[in-house]
């Protein structure tokens, strides 16, 4: 008799394959002294090109009072989340000051996703979401809600534009209403992942007008916006659009997992459209709520603004400066592979369909796996809920050891997938 509720049952048989594919690694992982013969990690969006400057922060930072042994604010600490305020203000280049009272402090930005759904949606709703996709999203609206994603594919896949517009959430949206299914709201990534594109306010507003027209949330998550590749226009962040259609509807989620390379400390921020939310989300988040001491330490952190200032431009030089010398080696290693250009976050959004033997997700999976089982872990397309087969996720913000190893066991691998099977046209 199996022991788990039904619910349980559904969830473990639901799991995202980038949550199954991150535990296999985790198991294994490559070090190039630890662990030689492990496996080199290029699908997991981790930030690897500044930790000796922040270690070397958060060890100067020694604090401890006797309130960090009790109870956090079920909200967040009020320290922290003036300190956001303040801190968004100055690096969002906001002309106003945000209300520390619309915001929560939540475990990561998983944490603050599932919180919202579960506030905003009701079982069975669903989120539009523009596709492909970060698809632990799937997990992260599910587990305390039940709601779902409801993926809305980006126009022209197979030219590798991939192009954001309103009408594909209005497609979406009538289609999910074709199918029984209840929308409740839509999600925008920007920038986005896995593309790295940046999407300016004239682009957005049409979706923030549709958002509207049909009473619907929308949840703007913006957790690369300091992740920016040099000579870029600086971002155009959503606190700082001229007028909100909805604003009671729409709401802002950054964390510091990637801007700040800090997803161990599983700290991730919701600034609500309304107080009403936050006071609905107070009991709930209660069960997720960061330690006080883990808030007041990046409290500390997040008020140094001459660090802050060092730390984003050396962030995003060595970005910058990995993503171009990254993207030429993986060129190299075969002229047909092409890199769709990028202008943010830490991916590669990689085309090997030319590589294919037949352009199908079934040679896409069996290419997958062929790399995987060289040691190098990267992202099919096919899990990142994209329409074309053949593209892939690769992480380039990771150790030079790590890109120089797997580098060469891509090479080998693609070497064997070449020589697997003879074209049907030979």
């Not at 619309?102 to 990561?108: D, K, L, N, P």
């Not at 120089?404 to 997938?417: C, F, H, N, S």
């Amino acid at each position: 008799m199996n022991t788990l509720s039904i619910r349980g049952q559904q969830m473990a048989a639901c799991v995202s394959p980038l949550i199954n594919n991150y535990m296999a690694v985790q198991k294994n992982p490559y070090d190039d002294e630890l662990n030689p013969n492990g496996i080199c990690n290029f699908g997991v969006a981790e930030n690897y090109l500044c930790e000796d400057e922040l270690i070397s922060k958060l060890e100067s930072i020694h604090i401890w009072e006797k309130n960090h042994i009790y109870y956090p604010n079920s909200l967040g600490q009020i320290s922290l989340r003036k300190t956001l305020c303040n801190f968004f203000q100055k690096y969002f280049h906001l002309n106003y000051q945000l209300d520390p009272h619309r915001m929560i402090i939540s475990s990561g930005l998983s944490g603050v996703m599932s919180l919202v759904s579960f506030l905003i949606g009701d079982k069975d709703d669903v989120l539009l979401i523009a596709s492909p996709y970060y698809t632990a999203f799937d997990h992260d609206v599910s587990a305390l809600s039940n709601c779902a994603i409801f993926p809305c594919p980006l126009l022209e896949q197979d030219t590798g534009k991939f192009t954001f517009s309103v009408e594909i959430f209005q497609h979406g949206y009538t289609k999910a209403i074709n199918q029984g299914l209840h929308p409740c709201g839509i999600i925008i990534v920007n920038p986005h992942n896995p593309l790295g594109d940046i999407y300016d306010e004239e682009t957005i507003r049409p979706v923030l007008e549709f958002a509207a027209e049909k009473q619907l949330h929308v949840i703007i998550d913006e957790i690369y916006a300091l992740s920016i590749f040099e000579n870029e226009k600086t971002f155009p962040s959503f606190l700082n659009y001229k007028t909100i259609i909805d604003p009671e509807r729409t709401h802002f989620v950054w964390s510091l997992s990637k801007d700040f390379s800090l997803s161990g400390l599983r700290l991730g921020v919701l600034y609500a459209g309304s107080k009403a939310l936050c006071s609905c989300g107070a009991a709930v988040n209660f069960l997720q709520v960061p330690s006080t001491i883990v808030q007041e330490i990046l409290a500390v952190a997040l008020s140094d603004y001459q660090w802050i200032d060092s730390y984003i431009k050396l962030n995003r030089l060595r970005l910058t400066t990995q993503y171009e010398n990254v993207k030429k080696q993986i060129e190299n290693i075969d002229s047909r592979i092409y890199i769709r250009p990028s202008k943010a976050a830490f991916f590669l959004w990689t085309d090997f369909r030319s590589i294919l033997h037949e352009v199908t997700f079934e040679e896409e999976k069996r290419l997958f796996q062929i790399i995987f089982d060289h040691g190098v872990y990267i992202v099919s397309g096919f899990f990142l809920g994209c329409s074309q087969p053949g593209w892939f996720r690769i992480i380039f913000s990771v150790k030079e050891t790590w890109i120089e190893e797997g580098i060469k066991r891509i090479k080998l691998a693609l070497d064997v997938y070449r020589h697997s099977i003879i074209p049907s046209n030979v």
